[in-house]
């Protein structure tokens, strides 16, 4: 009575939301044609690439490793750290130009053979749920009155597969030497994140493949939106072709013998595309942003065409535009545009990674206020010195500075030892104090070269401004010096510093 009231809908509104708004459980059959045979090679081979991939090392380094304790990006034999913004942000606009030019010429793609939520639910996940539920190799809803305890191996199984994922995600993080001595030789509570973060990925990965699945690619992935927007009439997707298929229906017999009616089109509306698929979608209904081109209902398609002796291809791998009976271009602006864009900012990249010195040297001002002025009249400036050696050897470095004019160094006092030894991709921030005479500044300002020697006699430069008071008592210099005794030295000083 109660539903009777509520305003119903005219068609499905989502395809895995019953009308009475509950939940539609999709048990996809299986296809076993020839796009999941080589769906099914490509998505063991990724599984293979991301489980193998934290074991290998070059040069005695981890092929990758994202060592973020360190804030050290070891990538395939190049070592990135935090002073390598630049090339962060040229990686990431090529990541974005990447995805868009992949989408305008092979549409979702992604999603369908590449995307690891489908790689592991359709050929990790599903293969086992349908072991245990009795439907193994043929898919569609399980048995009726699965035992107990056959659901209760199952998810087992899926915890162990999890918690193993889990830990290979981690061990990107962390190195698969570390991982392996925090698992084995010591007690959880001594690396209480790592644990938490493996425990978190764990959970994670049982909701996603044990309960969220497709509604995760229908409601809860941006990127599938992102893609479907990206996409234009003349992008390869999986589409059912009208011309050929319509009007469907199930083949009729003439009563003057077996001859079809040659009125129906090749689609017998038989239903198994949409049987086979995993977001529950009919294809025929045009392009729909659940679709994740998994291609399952081309391999259904083309058994039942093969069965009805008709040529396959009914649903393919097609652009919307050629369906729809327009010419097809692969070449329009956006397809040339975005390699030229890759090309450009790949070379960038290239150019801006190849010509990296050995030494980063980063110099910023001290806490606190800008400068002091010490009892003797000689002007205080605190720098800290960042330096950052990117070879993969041991380097010593020394620290000079100059006025930008010459001459001799300023005097200067770190605070640590004067030669500074780092490790191959260490970094270290040195504190440095300079004293420098009131009568080198003006306007309150000196401009100074920080330079950093290694052992191997390579400098690297950074220019820095030095401040000190605006004007200079001449006649009585320890007068300038006055403010530091008083009893608002810093408001004094910083009250005339020339910005
Ligand atoms: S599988 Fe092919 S023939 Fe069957 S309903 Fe789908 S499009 Fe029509
Ligand atoms: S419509 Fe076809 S390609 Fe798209 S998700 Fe469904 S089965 Fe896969």
Known sequence: MESE????PEERVLSTLEADGSRRWM????????WWQRRRVFAYALIAFFLLLPWVRLNGQPLLFLDILHRKFHVFGFTFLPTDTVLLAILVL???????????????VFCGWVCPHSVYLEFVYRPIERWFTGKKGVGGPPKRN?????????YAVFLLISLYLANTFVSYFV?????????????????????GVVLVCTAWIMWDMAFWREQLCIVGCPYGRFQSVMLDRQSLIVTYDPQR???RGKPRRSTKGDVELPVLGDCIDCSMCVAVCPTGIDIRDGLQMECINCTQCIDACDDVMDRVDRPRGLIRYSAQAKSDGEPFRFLRPRVILYPVALLILGTLFTVVLLNKPA????VLRGMGRPFSVMSDGRVENQLRIKIVNRTEAPRQYAIAVHTVQGGDALPQEQVDADIIALKPSEMTTVPLRLFVDPAKYTAGRLDAVVTVTDDEGTAVNETVVLRGPARLNTKNPSDNAKGVNGTNTNEASEGKVTP
């Open 27 to 34: 048990f996809p059959r299986l296809s076993r044609g020839r």
């Open 94 to 108: 090529m990541c974005f130009v990447s995805v868009f030019f992949f989408t305008a010429v092979f549409g979702r």
């Open 359 to 362: 030494t980063d040297l980063t």
């Open 175 to 195: 190195g698969m030497e570390n991982l392996i001595r925090w698992v084995f030789t010591s007690p959880p509570w001594r690396h209480p994140v790592a644990v």
């Open 245 to 247: 298929g319509e009007p």
């Open 146 to 154: 699965v035992a107990g305890w056959r659901k209760l191996a199952m």
């Open 5 to 8: 009231s509520l305003l119903q």
